[in-house]
């Protein structure tokens, strides 16, 4: 089964970077599209970045130029690199593998909390 497991959240200061990473087990990565989700309290939890199985990546608006995620294929390991953040990039950061077949199955990893101190 699909087992998707986040680590390197933590406390840093606004301006600081963190490197998340998300090790993902069962996964079909050619079928499947790879993500970061982001939670905030008392808000929806929203895309922040993504990469597709082609290859393509996607970035929320309030991200680009921030944020890059990557992949090591030996790793089957999944990588958001967050530089210059902001106390509004607090949040609880879930990894997300979306397949892109039917039945479009979505799996989440348990999330790890990102908080930035102004």
């Known amino acids: 089964q699909v087992q998707l497991v986040e680590s390197g959240g933590g406390l840093v200061q606004a301006g600081g970077s963190l490197r998340l990473s998300c090790e993902a087990s069962?996964?079909?990565?050619?079928?499947?599209?790879m993500g970061w989700y982001r939670q905030a309290p008392g808000t929806q939890r929203e895309l922040a970045a993504q990469?597709?199985?082609?290859?393509?990546?996607i970035y929320a608006d309030s991200v680009k130029g921030r944020f890059t995620i990557s992949m090591d294929n030996a790793k089957n390991t999944i990588y958001l690199q967050m530089n210059t953040l902001k106390p509004e990039d607090t949040a609880v950061y879930y990894c997300?593998?979306?397949?892109?077949?039917?039945?479009?199955?979505?799996?989440w990893g348990q999330g790890t909390q990102v908080t930035v101190s102004s």
């Open positions: 069962g996964v079909a990565f050619r079928r499947t599209n």
């Open positions: 997300n593998a979306q397949r892109t077949s039917y039945p479009h199955s979505a799996y």
């Open positions: 990469l597709t199985r082609g290859g393509s990546t």
